[in-house]
């Protein structure tokens, strides 16, 4: 496997992307800290976070007895310079933000308005 299949694979689930937005928000939690308000047991976590850092898009730092971990932002951006910088970025940044605009919450509301 490369790479960049450890890092799709990786990306592919929804707790994992969960896992990586927790570490995003606050980097630097143990494992119990990650385990906090997941529908998830603590070793589901730790198998997930074995899958990321399979695919080094989490790193871990022995802190005393804790073990900490922190994202690796860099698998996921050299993808991105890989398949996204090759587009012209200005009209894709415009396009999401028109597609943010049209699917807001604002709009979802107008449209209740106009429903039979």
Known sequence: MTDDDA?????????RRLLLDRLRARDGQTLG???LGLDMSR??????LAVLE?????AWQRQG??????INPVPIH???RRWITQF???RLDAL????DRLEGPENDEQGKDNAP
Request: glycine content about 2%; aromatic content about 6%; overall charge positive.
């Open 78 to 80: 050299q993808i991105a």
């Open 33 to 35: 800290q990650l385990c």
């Open 96 to 99: 999401a933000a028109l597609k």
């Open 65 to 70: 007895r804790e073990k900490l971990h922190f």
């Open 7 to 15: 890092v799709f694979r990786a990306l592919a689930d929804g707790s």
């Open 43 to 48: 070793q589901a976590v730790a198998k997930h």
């Open 54 to 58: 399979e695919a080094n898009l989490v």
């Open 88 to 90: 012209d970025l200005p």
